[in-house]
């Protein structure tokens, strides 16, 4: 979940961040020019690979290409996809599951239930490097895999036939079903993947897809570097008859002006207006859209111990009560709202029917004079009397620069000592030294999968692949496995006060800053229809979309 996914796929979690479905016969040959949708980004995807796909930009392609056993119906419910059918056992912990007929990847070959087996294990499997693989933590053996205690094959799911899955979990997990909806737990062709070796998913000519759209090969392809390529409607796929879009394409805008003015000239169907100063001009614009975000925004502090001023209790709790967050928000994003948990705001619902950022809250608060006492006691622990830090942030995200920017003055002013050194690098290059734990601090985004506390709170697991600052925290370790593990996984209200208890543990110990719960200002275009206009989350699904008359 890194998901540093301006514009997520996150969680269709949030009730209507669904498409609208749309009916109908098919376009004609005539109209189908008129059937394509324009998009853009502010940076390039980083890969086709489901099981590595991690930023927000190749998720957002890959929801269109390709497909799992389930999807979100536009009521926010999970239902099926390419499963027929799935039935659950009693116990909660076996999932058989029949897939649909008919089932072709884009080359025409059939797709199995093995195809399943082998993406999931591939997922799981230590030489893969997947930060997504914790996701699948729930099937039987996917832990001791990834730890590797237990070979790949011994993962929990098996084929017993072209068409029959069974999947066996380590424990019930009354959210499984969300899971399902993840990249990660998407199909993936073996014999593909072997013929193109590593270059898997590097441009779309060496991947292979099962979704609505899909490639063509070396027509306005994606090469892995190239600022416009394009998707087509899949013909291979099962429900091709109700895709109204003849496809897609998608340029690489990293000016924020350039896409407005590409809008206004009717280049693009979607313009984020990613700064204060283009929600002002643009506000009164009858295509104007304020939208919801399933994403926040965080500072991570990397807890390895190759920092040893960010492994001092003190010094993390400084650096949080020194961040102004109200100043920040006006000054770089005054749509976005304050946030007191590691979870976004209007993620999911508290059994007491309260949000979960509001029956979760953390006192996280500004107290620039708190803030100086801890910094200085800490430094006197560190036998220092001043500290430099490096603030990491991506280049080619205008909040996140003018963050840094504000965060520099704001944190060097309120903390005598500390000189904060600026690193700002392409999204790509922050995704990588994430993964890699090669930062300090590091101003990162996170994008909702599913509408569950689990889908942040996995971030800061003990040995998770996401736990990008190498979090080591018994307290919330010990919150978390209570709420994902039977007996209390099962029961609601004892899961939730768990998740209340794991954000508790990581405010106590500062071991991430909260900043803001991101919404997203944009001008759409009113004939691009089917896609959500309640949440950013979704807007780039276009599996129902169509460009109205």
Same mark, same amino acid.
């Given at each position: ?13 949030l ?13 004609s ?16 995807i ?49 999932y ?7 089932l ?19 997922t ?131 000016n ?5 003015n ?6 693009l ?26 994403r ?48 976004p ?56 620069? +003018? ?7 704001? @944190?060097?002013?309120?903390?005598? !000592?500390? *000189?904060? /050194?600026?690193? %700002? #690098? ?21 994008? +909702? ?7 942040? @709170?996995?971030?800061?697991?003990? !040995?998770? *692949?996401? /736990?990008?600052? %190498? #979090? ?12 994902t593990?039977?007996?209390d ?23 991430? /800053? ?9 001008l759409?275009n ?18 129902h ?5």
């Amino acid at each position: 979940m890194n998901k540093s996914k301006i514009f997520a796929f996150s969680a269709i979690s949030l009730s209507a961040a669904l498409l609208l479905t749309a009916c109908g016969n098919s376009v004609s040959k005539s109209e189908d020019s008129a059937q394509e949708a324009k998009y853009s980004f502010a940076s390039n995807i980083l890969t086709l690979d489901t099981s590595m796909a991690a930023d927000v930009n190749s998720i957002d392609v890959l929801l269109n290409v390709d497909a799992g056993l389930v999807r979100w119906n536009p009521k926010a419910q999970v239902v099926n996809d390419l499963a027929k059918s799935i039935d659950i056992s009693k116990d909660g912990k076996t999932y058989n599951v029949t897939l649909r007929d008919g089932l072709k990847w884009s080359n025409g070959a059939k797709l199995r239930a093995a195809d399943f087996v082998y993406g999931w294990q591939r997922t799981v499997d230590p030489k893969t490097g997947s930060q997504y693989a914790y996701a699948l933590t729930p099937v039987a053996n996917a832990s001791e895999i990834m730890t590797g205690k237990k070979p790949v094959d011994t993962l929990g799911i098996k084929a017993e036939s072209d068409t029959k899955l069974v999947i066996t979990l380590a424990t019930p997990t009354p959210y499984f079903n969300k899971l399902l909806t993840l990249p990660a737990y998407y199909p993936v062709n073996e014999a593909f993947v072997k013929k193109m070796g590593n270059k898997y998913g590097t441009s779309s000519d060496t991947s292979l897809y099962n979704g609505a759209f899909k490639f063509v090969k070396g027509k306005n392809n994606w090469t892995g570097s190239n600022e416009t390529f394009s998707i087509v409607k899949n013909d291979q796929f099962y429900d091709a008859k109700n895709v109204k879009l003849s496809g897609a394409t998608y340029q690489i805008v990293n000016n924020p002006n350039t896409a407005v003015n590409l809008f206004k000239s009717g280049k693009l169907d979607v313009a984020n207006l990613a700064t204060p100063e283009l929600v002002s001009a643009n506000k009164k614009n009858k295509d104007y859209k304020a939208l919801t975000s399933p994403r926040i925004d965080v500072l991570e502090y990397n807890q390895s111990g190759k920092v040893p001023e960010l492994s001092n209790l003190k010094i993390r709790q400084a650096l949080n009560l020194a961040t102004n967050r109200k100043n920040l928000l006006e000054i770089a994003a005054p749509s976005f709202s304050i946030t007191n948990t590691v979870t976004p705001k209007k993620l999911d619902q508290a059994p007491n029917g309260e949000d979960f950022a509001t029956y979760a809250a953390q006192p996280y608060k500004y107290d620039a004079t708190k803030a100086a006492e801890l910094f200085k006691e800490g430094l006197k622990e560190l036998g220092k009397t001043s500290i430099t830090l490096e603030l990491e942030g991506a280049n080619d995200n205008s909040f996140t620069k +003018a963050a840094v920017d504000y965060l520099k003055g704001n @944190l060097e002013k309120d903390l005598p !000592g500390l *000189t904060i /050194n600026e690193k %700002l #690098v392409s999204s790509a290059q922050r995704q990588k030294d994430a993964q890699n734990n090669n930062f300090q601090i590091l101003l990162t985004s996170w994008g +909702a999968d599913y509408n569950e506390p689990s889908d942040f @709170l996995m971030n800061f697991v003990s !040995g998770s *692949t996401m /736990n990008h600052g %190498l #979090v080591k925290n018994t307290n919330f370790d010990k919150a978390y496995q209570a709420a994902t593990t039977a007996p209390d996984v099962l029961s609601a209200d004892k899961r939730y006060a768990h998740y209340k208890d794991a954000e508790n543990a990581l405010y106590e110990a500062a071991n991430v /800053n909260p900043l803001a719960t991101e919404s997203v200002s944009l001008l759409l275009n009113p004939k691009l229809k089917g896609i959500s206009t309640y949440n950013s989350a979704m807007i780039f699904d276009l599996r129902h979309a169509e460009i109205a008359k």
